[in-house]
């Protein structure tokens, strides 16, 4: 398993990342979801890392730039079929750690607040996330939850 800095230059993560987006219009109203495309994504200020299991890209997340100590996880995924598996727990090791290499003191990020998100809360406050208030441009929202930590 290796997690590599990705351009999202390829078809892969291009439909990977299309599926995302698909499914998180599946499940969040259209004035809630927040997940960004890959045009969103290939904007200054977002790293973005794939993780791959030999060739199989098996999951992502990115770091955006709110301010110069302030940044916000997106886009993290991890394929269904390898859901449970320890991938989003070491990816998101592997982002905070990035996060704090590059001077942040705070990561936030916002999620959904139904039932089908509770496994993504739980791994976020195993790794020291607290729920805040809505932060950047987020306004209040009952389908999204908000959380932060101090790197």
Known sequence: MKIVTDDL????????????????????????????????????????????????????????????????????????????????????????AEAQRAGFTRLSLETGAAEFFLPARKLYEKFGFDYCEPFADYKPDPSSAFMTRKL
Request: proline share 6%; glycine share 10%; aromatic share 4%.
């Open 9 to 96: 230059s390829g078809p892969e993560i291009a439909r990977f990342l299309e599926e995302h987006v698909q499914q998180m219009r599946s499940l969040t109203p259209p004035e809630s979801k927040h997940a960004l495309d890959l045009d969103g994504l290939r904007k200054p200020g977002i790293t973005f890392w794939s993780v791959l299991d030999g060739d199989a890209l098996v999951g992502c997340g990115a770091i955006k730039r709110l301010d110069e100590g302030h940044a916000e996880l997106k886009a993290m995924r991890i394929t269904p079929a390898r859901k449970r598996s320890g991938i989003a727990s070491l990816l998101l090791a592997h982002i905070i």
